[in-house]
């Protein structure tokens, strides 16, 4: 049982070059979460889903896309990437939304020149 | 809409002293509290947490916490650090069967002196 599991663990990016951070995980958890770090902010949310085929938008949204396709993975996409998207970038999921009781991933850096 | 404040951004204990981190909250109902630890390069442990019932509650590495509805507050306590709890610690606020997860404080660092 791996847990939640991110991809890669670091990564720079120049502007305007898109990537996606991967995420999946093992505990067939219904609720699955984005969450950006930086320093002396705390997490933000960036999107959720809450179920196969089902996305939201979270507090910070703009500039990425989700896609639900499965239970097991949740990628993250940035389309065109920003210097204000330096960050660390956290997954995390729950057996159901309104669980609360959250599992993170280890977590990507990403810096964006 | 619900919020988090951690008023210590940094801490300084020596080892074997006792903690205590603040941790306030507002939100409009019965909340559900929890305790995160991030050691350097890491992703967040849950500490503990709390839904309902007892409001003192347990958790891993010695960790406890008090929920005080009067004070809207979910401090963090432990009777003696050891110099392994040097991390950041984060307070998070969720609540009312909601989809769109957790608020987050804004974490306490905590440094442990020999």
Redesign the interface.
């Known amino acids: 049982n791996a847990g939640?599991t991110q991809t890669p663990k670091f990564q720079v990016l120049k502007t305007g070059q898109s990537m996606t951070l991967q995420c999946a995980q093992d505990m067939n958890h219904e609720?699955m979460?984005w969450?950006r770090q930086d320093p002396?902010?705390?997490?933000?949310?960036i999107h959720?889903s809450?179920g196969a085929g089902i996305t939201?938008q979270?507090e910070v949204p703009n500039g990425y896309n989700v896609s639900r396709s499965t239970t097991e993975d949740f990628p993250l996409r940035l389309l065109s990437a920003a210097p204000s998207q330096t960050s660390v970038y956290?997954c995390?999921s729950s057996l159901l939304?309104?669980d609360?009781?959250?599992?993170?991933?280890?977590?990507t850096r990403l810096t964006v020149t | 809409a619900q919020s988090v404040t951690q008023p210590d951004i940094h801490i300084t204990v020596s080892e074997g002293a006792s903690l205590e981190l603040r941790c306030n909250y507002s939100y409009g109902a019965t909340p559900y509290l929890f305790w995160y630890v991030q050691s350097p390069g890491q992703g967040l442990q849950l500490l503990l947490k709390y839904f309902s019932g007892d409001t003192l509650v347990q958790g891993i590495k010695g960790f406890e916490a008090e929920f005080k509805r009067s004070q809207s507050s979910f401090n963090l306590r432990k009777p003696s650090v050891h110099w392994s709890d040097a991390a950041e610690y984060f307070c998070a606020v969720g609540g009312g069967g909601g989809a769109d997860g957790l608020t987050f404080g804004k974490g306490t660092h905590l440094i442990i002196q020999p």
Do not use: K, N, T
């Open positions: 939640v609720y979460s969450y002396g902010m705390g997490l933000r949310l959720y809450v939201d979270g956290f995390a939304a309104g609360y009781e959250q599992y993170f991933g280890p977590g």
